[in-house]
């Protein structure tokens, strides 16, 4: 009998990931193509979704000069979160670029329904701070500036949904229109307490709640799937869930308590806080779902860092600073110790838990003596003490936080990067030892499989808790004085 494989779509924000699982749940085979960075002089960014279709196209068909259509089992999925998309229900074809979760261009039309009543029924009801940061207010400037997305929304030919229900909608000819809880509830149109979409959320926006996907369970059914045409049998679609919450399910933080850092374009620090919503809604991090498991909402409480990754991009392309990401350990390293140097990232705002949408970004605390090793080191340094800040605040509302932080994404590799968050968060790290730990997650789901993940570094703090303590106040410093 032929090895059964699980085929994962990954679609990130840089590219789209084809990866396959064997029934053992390791990965046998992978490739990626990326997707341009639609950029305006404005700021704004997109993605063009016909050209993220043709991209899987391509990939589809590489993998089937692997194996033969009949190993494969099914088809699990995980995706970027936020980023927002319309299309035609009869067509299936994309009406505008899709809005991609970094972009801030709904910043105005958040603060024109920013009244303290409103505000307070959002957080209330999605568990989410009204930001720009989140789908519903994208689809709501849709709604207002896309002719054709108006045009369709009179019509009754609008789909809006992420990314996981524009890829399901593509797989399935249009036959299936569905999303699920992860996924869901960063739209602010997802009531979390009910799991159902709100009809008062998607009147602050304009949204009509017809135009939006079921809502099933992350382990559902979503349709059948031939690849674009290329099988002759279709498989099932068995997993879907947000990129960051597939990397929760992947490091096997199943318990509450129990927490991860992914480290991404940007990053996200995720802690498991188990069936129950936390008494106090209305505070300074993101309430989200982490799945719906057989009709079994599991929460989480989640602190968003809009630039990681996308800071050493920054690096290297803008500042020129460095030909690639690989070096920026060594050259932190050699950075002078002394040098008290800080980066404020606030290229979009700053997101959780600080929610200064307007600051600026700044490099502060310069001297004559600070060259391209110090700035570097103060990069790095500021992803640490924005996850700090927010392991702070999950100790408010949850007091049992596990002391590990388990950690995933391209940036664990940096061995700078993650002994400076031992030694200031005074917590042990362990790194990931596969890289595709979303696309893990999500095929793990599909097939019911607790497989654990293997660790391949390990480390514990080297820093004077007097020291972390010293180096996290004068961030703050830094933040209250540009606030």
């Not at 779509?9 to 084809?18: E, G, M, N, P, R």
């Not at 135009?211 to 059914?221: G, H, K, M």
């Not at 079994?296 to 803008?318: F, H, M, P, Q, R």
Request: neutral net charge; charged residues 20%.
């Amino acid at each position: 009998m032929p090895e059964k494989y699980i085929l994962t779509i990954d679609q990130s924000t840089q590219a789209t990931k084809l990866i396959l699982f064997d029934q053992h749940m390791k990965l046998v085979w992978k490739a990626d193509l990326p997707h341009k960075q639609i950029i305006n002089d404005q700021g704004w960014i997109s993605h063009d979704l016909n050209e993220i279709k043709n991209n899987l196209s391509v990939l589809f068909k590489m993998v089937l000069k692997r194996i033969s259509p009949d190993q494969l089992a099914g088809l699990a999925i995980t995706n970027q979160r936020e980023s927002a998309a319309a299309w035609s229900k009869k067509t299936g074809s994309p009406f505008c670029p899709t809005i991609v979760w970094q972009d801030n261009r709904t910043e105005k039309l958040i603060n024109r329904i920013s009244y303290p009543e409103l505000v307070k029924t959002v957080k209330a009801k999605t568990g989410l701070a009204l930001s720009p940061y989140f789908t519903g207010a994208k689809w709501g400037w849709m709604l207002l500036n896309e002719p054709r997305v108006i045009q369709a929304y009179q019509n009754n030919d609008l789909c809006l949904g992420t990314m996981d229900s524009w890829l399901i909608y593509q797989l399935t000819n249009g036959k299936s229109f569905k999303t699920e809880p992860s996924n869901a509830c960063r739209t602010q149109l997802m009531n979390i307490h009910t799991g159902t979409w709100d009809k008062e959320l998607g009147e602050i926006f304009g949204i009509k709640l017809d135009d939006l996907p079921e809502i099933v369970d992350s382990n559902a059914y979503f349709g059948d799937t031939d690849l674009f045409g290329l099988l002759d049998e279709p498989i099932p679609i068995m997993s879907v869930l947000g990129d960051s919450q597939a990397a929760l399910f992947a490091q096997g933080c199943f318990n509450p308590g129990d927490f991860k850092v992914t480290f991404g374009t940007g990053s996200s620090v995720m802690l498991n806080i188990g069936q129950k919503l936390p008494d106090n809604i209305n505070n300074k991090l993101n309430t989200s779902i982490a799945w719906s498991l057989n009709g079994k909402l599991s929460y989480v409480l989640e602190g968003n860092i809009n630039y990681a990754g996308a800071c050493i991009t920054w690096l290297k392309d803008n500042l020129n600073l460095i030909k690639s990401p690989e070096e920026t350990s060594n050259l932190a390293l050699s950075a002078n110790p002394n040098d008290r140097t800080y980066l404020i990232p606030a290229f979009a705002g700053l997101g959780a838990p600080y929610w200064k949408p307007n600051m600026k970004a700044a490099f502060v605390g310069m001297t004559s003596s600070t060259g391209k090793n110090e700035l570097i080191k103060a990069t790095l340094n500021s992803l640490v003490y924005q996850i700090v800040d927010i392991l702070s605040e999950f100790k408010k509302l949850f007091p049992h936080v596990n002391h590990e932080i388990h950690t995933d994404g391209g940036m664990i590799h940096n061995q700078y990067l993650m002994q400076y968050l031992s030694n200031i968060a005074q917590r042990n790290v362990k790194t990931a030892a596969i890289s595709e730990l979303s696309a893990f997650g999500s095929a793990n789901n599909a097939v019911h499989y607790s497989k654990e993940i293997n660790y391949s570094t390990f480390y514990i703090p080297k820093m004077d808790p007097r020291d972390s303590n010293f180096y996290i106040q004068e961030w703050h410093n830094w933040i209250n004085k540009l606030a």
